[in-house]
C-alpha cells in the first residue's frame, strides 16, 4: 500500500468517475471506493471549456457547494492518486471549481473539486 503520508485521495462526484474521463486524464483507470461526503449539497453547471466538453462528452456537469448541514451529503467515488495526477486533474477542472481538503464519510482525508 505504500507510505500513509504519501497517499493522496481524491473524491469525484461527477466525470472523474467516468473511464474514459480518467483515461484521458491520468492515462489510466483509477481504482476506487464508494465514499460520502458530509455537509454538501449538489447541483448542476453548465460547462462552456470545449476541452473538458470533448473529455467528458458533457456541457453538464455537477458542482458541489459546503452548506454546514449536517443532513446534506453527496455520494461518490474516492480514488488514490498520485501528486502528479493531482496536478493533471487541477488543469482539466475548469475555473467554476477549486480544490479543496475534507474529511469523508469513510473518515479519509481526500481533496474534492467545490464550487469557487
Do not use: C
Amino acid at each position: 500500500m505504500g507510505n500513509k503520508e504519501s497517499e493522496i485521495w481524491l473524491f469525484s462526484y461527477g466525470s472523474l468517475r467516468q473511464p474514459e474521463v480518467q483515461i484521458a486524464i491520468f492515462g489510466r483507470v483509477l481504482e476506487g471506493q464508494a465514499d460520502t461526503l458530509p455537509e454538501y449539497s449538489i447541483s448542476r453547471l453548465k460547462i462552456t471549456d470545449p476541452e473538458v466538453i470533448a473529455i467528458s462528452g458533457a456541457s453538464q456537469h455537477t458542482i458541489i457547494r459546503f452548506t454546514g448541514n449536517r443532513g446534506d451529503a453527496v455520494t461518490g467515488m474516492v480514488f488514490r492518486v498520485n501528486a502528479e495526477e493531482l496536478a493533471k486533474a487541477d488543469a482539466y477542472e475548469v475555473s467554476e471549481y477549486r480544490r479543496v481538503a475534507v474529511q469523508l464519510g469513510s473518515g479519509l482525508n481526500a481533496y474534492v473539486y467545490a464550487a469557487a
